[in-house]
C-alpha cells in the first residue's frame, strides 16, 4: 500500500541490489606486479581492498617515503616510492587524464563493472599530474539472488526504477 502512489523508486546499488562482495574479473600482469607491493602499505578493509587483497599476495618490497590514503573526495590514493616517483590508484576520470578512458573499459563501466587505473608520475606529488597509465582492474559486485525479479514487479506496476551508485 505504501508504494501504490509511487511512480518512480531509487535504488542504492551496493548492498540493496549487490551482496558487497566484489571480485576482481581483470587485471593484467604489469597492473598486478605493481599493486602486489602498493596495497601492501593500506590497511583499508572495504570491499574492494579485500577483492585486491584475496586477489593478489601483498608484500611490501618499495621503501616508501609517504603514503596518501583513499578519499572520497579525492578518489584516490598515492604511495611516493624513493627514487621510484609516485603511483596513484583510484577512478579514472580523477587522476588527470585528458584524454577519454579506452572505449572497452569505459564499455564494461557502462554495464556496471567497477573500473580502477593504477598510474605513475616520475615526481614525488600528492596529486595527480604528468601521469603514465600504467592500467585498470575491473571488479565486479555480486547482484543479489532476487533482484531482477523485484525489478520485474515493479516494471509490470508501472514504477520506473533508477540506480543511484557512487560508480
Known amino acids: ?11 542504492d546499488k551496493t548492498g540493496t541490489i549487490t551482496t ?9 600482469a604489469n597492473v598486478a606486479e605493481k599493486l602486489t607491493s602498493y596495497l601492501a602499505y593500506f590497511e583499508d578493509e572495504n ?11 601483498c608484500e611490501k618490497k618499495w621503501e616508501v617515503q609517504e603514503v596518501g590514503a ?10 611516493q ?15 588527470g587524464f585528458t584524454q577519454p578512458m579506452d572505449t572497452y573499459y569505459e564499455h564494461l563501466k557502462q554495464q556496471g563493472f567497477r573500473i580502477l587505473t593504477l598510474a605513475h608520475s616520475k615526481d614525488h606529488i600528492m596529486s595527480p599530474a604528468n ?13 543479489k539472488d532476487n533482484t ?6 515493479f516494471e509490470s506496476q508501472g514504477v520506473e526504477v533508477k540506480i543511484i551508485s557512487g560508480d
Do not use: P, W
Open 1 to 11: 500500500e505504501t508504494l501504490a502512489r509511487v511512480d518512480v523508486l531509487c535504488f
Open 20 to 28: 558487497g562482495n566484489m571480485k576482481v574479473q581483470e587485471m593484467d
Open 47 to 57: 570491499a574492494t581492498s579485500r577483492a585486491l587483497k584475496t586477489y593478489l599476495t
Open 70 to 79: 583513499f578519499s572520497s573526495k579525492n578518489k584516490y590514493s598515492f604511495v
Open 81 to 95: 616510492v624513493k627514487d621510484g616517483g609516485t603511483y596513484f590508484f583510484g577512478a579514472y576520470e580523477f587522476l
Open 131 to 143: 601521469m603514465e597509465l600504467l592500467g585498470h582492474v575491473v571488479l565486479s559486485d555480486e547482484i
Open 148 to 153: 531482477k525479479e523485484t525489478f520485474d514487479y
